[in-house]
């Protein structure tokens, strides 16, 4: 794996990319959830390693990446992702989106439908209503910085402690790391995603989508974008939970493999997808993948 910087009118960002560049063809970029960065998706750029080139690269304030000087929206941080993979040198890409990247990945595709081919999405938090403003009261909340180490105590049990079962220490840690980094604004892409109007965008992305849907918390959600996207599919994994880069980065990369590579596609699904009235309950932040 090789790590780079480009850099836009906006500041420099963040890219980890795969060793091998794979056969000719479009990368895939991979757009991570927050508070996170693109090491969420290492053990899928080695699984993909010389069949694909992949490129991670952290969102505006995540990770390596600059942040920026003020509350952004998903348009925003839509307009500088693109603004990044234009200056990288690339286009036309696939995209891979997990949570605030499969968010990302739509507003991309319907800011410059020319810059993207095909769209991954994986836990889509497809959100309307009281649920959306549930999450965003949740997860958007301001943070201030202390001298108390304390202050970080939660987020440790949540990530480190309570980390997912198949889940590593060293990914755990990494994650509790990547919040770090991020603090104290770390909530500001959460207030972007759950202020998102997914209802007034989704139906207006016409490129080929493929939702891969672990079972967990956000397979409802999931199923409800699958019927929002005009061109989706929707592939149920229901023997995954949580932890699936680690525990399935080979058969999460044969899917998108799959799909990237086939010469038509359709709106076929799984099952049916389902309606906005999803599962909610306790909120403390985006479940591990």
């Known amino acids: ?59 505006a304030g995540y990770g390596g990446s600059d942040p920026p000087e003020r509350r952004w929206d998903i348009e925003a941080y839509a307009r500088e992702m693109r603004a990044a993979i234009r200056a990288a040198g690339e286009g036309p890409v696939d995209i891979l989106g997990y ?10 595709a319907l800011q410059d439908p020319d810059l993207v081919r095909r769209i991954v999405m994986i836990g889509v938090p497809y959100y309307l209503g009281e649920a959306r403003a549930e999450r965003r009261a949740t997860l958007a909340q301001p943070m201030a910085l202390t001298n108390r180490l304390g202050q970080f105590a939660e987020r440790w049990a949540f990530l480190v402690g309570e980390r997912p079962s198949g889940m ?66 929707v592939r149920e994994l229901p023997h995954l939970s949580h932890a699936i880069f680690e525990l399935a980065a080979e058969e999460l990369a044969d899917h998108v493999e799959a799909f990237l590579n086939a010469a038509s596609l359709d709106r076929s699904r799984d099952h049916p997808a ?16």
């Open 99 to 108: 949570h605030t990247g499969a968010l990302l990945a739509a507003e991309i």
């Open 168 to 233: 590593s220490l060293s990914r755990g840690f990494a994650n509790f790391v990547d919040e770090l980094r991020a603090y104290p604004h770390g909530w500001w892409a959460h207030d972007a995603a759950f202020s998102y109007a997914v209802d007034r965008a989704f139906p207006l992305v016409r490129q080929p989508v493929l939702i891969l849907n672990p079972a967990n918390h956000l397979s409802a959600p999931s199923r409800a974008a699958g019927a929002a996207l005009p061109q989706a599919q």
């Open 1 to 59: 794996m090789s790590r780079r910087y480009v850099t836009t009118a906006w500041g420099q960002t963040h890219l980890t990319e795969s060793a091998r560049p794979g056969p000719p063809g479009p990368p895939l970029v991979c757009l991570h959830a927050t508070a996170y960065s693109g090491q969420t998706f290492l053990p899928l750029i080695e699984a993909l390693d010389g069949r694909r080139r992949v490129i991670a690269p952290d969102t």
């Open 274 to 289: 389902s309606g906005p009235g999803f599962e909610t309950g306790p909120v403390r932040g985006v479940a591990q993948l």
